[in-house]
Nanobody
Framework: QVQLVESGGGLVQAGGSLRLSCAAS????????MGWYRQAPGKQREMVAV???????RYADSMKGRFTISRDSSKNTVYLQMNSLKPEDTAIYYC?????????????WGQGTQVTVSS
């Protein structure tokens, strides 16, 4: 089991920046992949960025160059730095832990944090 707690969402003007944080209940080095996903009203949840246990990253095309995922292992925390925000980035952002335990994959989710970008 992994408990995830997000923070850092809020209201920002277009072109601004926000940094989201996700605190995990256990060591990040015991979790295969950490990631950020988002869901806008009326849309499906989509991947924003993922960070593997080995340190490799992957981003959705629309976020490349604007968003950066990182981690502080000493704090069991993953971050999402979001720059040059656009109104279409408005969504609930969810932290995800994708874990492989005894031959089975598990997904754990945080409660989500709202990001609203005004034009």
């Amino acid at each position: 089991q992994v408990q995830l707690v997000e923070s850092g969402g809020g209201l920002v003007q277009a072109g601004g920046s926000l940094r989201l944080s996700c605190a995990a209940s256990r060591s990040l080095f015991s979790i295969d992949t950490m990631g950020w996903y988002r869901q806008a009203p009326g849309k499906q949840r989509e991947m924003v960025a993922v960070l593997s246990i080995g340190g490799s990253t992957r981003y959705a095309d629309s976020m490349k160059g604007r968003f950066t995922i990182s981690r502080d292992s000493s704090k069991n925390t993953v971050y999402l730095q979001m720059n040059s925000l656009k109104p279409e980035d408005t969504a609930i952002y969810y932290c995800n832990a994708h874990d492989y335990v005894h031959g089975t994959w598990y997904d754990y989710w945080g409660q989500g944090t709202q990001v609203t970008v005004s034009s």
